[in-house]
């Protein structure tokens, strides 16, 4: 048996001061993106010598010029044969209750939009995204710990836990 090891990244949904949208980058600039065209959170991979919340910090902060000040980890997905060469990616899932400064319309991978929760799964999500999205906005003190394998860009099975 093989060792798994996943590229480590972070994942955040970024609420609005009144709860009720939250901010998402729309991955339309790059046609080569593996998430052309998809609506996803702000984050990215974890960089050598950095813990989580640094790397989510850096990455929100680079991604939409936020700072996040309120960070609440919902939970972890596992999603081995996701990336371009059927890597397998190790997600830590957020959610960003505040923040201080004021976001950019964009960078270099998309959009930002501020969208309606409740609107979110008419989106071009991840097909992945929609069995688990609902616990990162939920108030539960439960975190979920799932699996969510690929083959050939497709969803294979979803498995979680919340504990």
């Known amino acids: ?29 790059r046609p080569d993106d593996l ?48 990336g371009k060469n059927d890597e397998a990616w190790f997600g830590f899932i957020f959610r960003v209750d505040a923040y201080s400064g004021a976001a950019h319309e964009g960078n270099a991978e998309g959009a930002l939009e501020w969208i309606e929760i409740e609107k979110i799964s008419a989106l071009n999500l991840w097909e992945s995204d929609r069995l688990w999205l609902d616990m990162v906005f939920d108030e539960s003190p439960k975190m979920f710990h799932g699996i969510a394998p690929f083959k050939d860009g497709k969803l294979v099975s979803w498995n979680f836990q919340r504990i």
């Open 1 to 29: 048996m093989t060792a798994y090891t996943p590229i480590l990244a972070t994942l955040a949904y970024i609420l609005s001061p009144d709860k009720k949208s939250v901010l998402m980058i729309h991955r339309n600039t």
């Open 35 to 82: 998430h052309y065209g998809k609506y996803n959170g702000l984050g990215g991979k974890i960089s050598d010598g950095e813990d989580i919340i640094s790397g989510l910090v850096r990455e929100i902060q680079e991604e939409s010029g936020l700072t996040a000040t309120d960070i609440k980890l919902r939970g972890t997905i596992s999603w081995p044969g996701f």
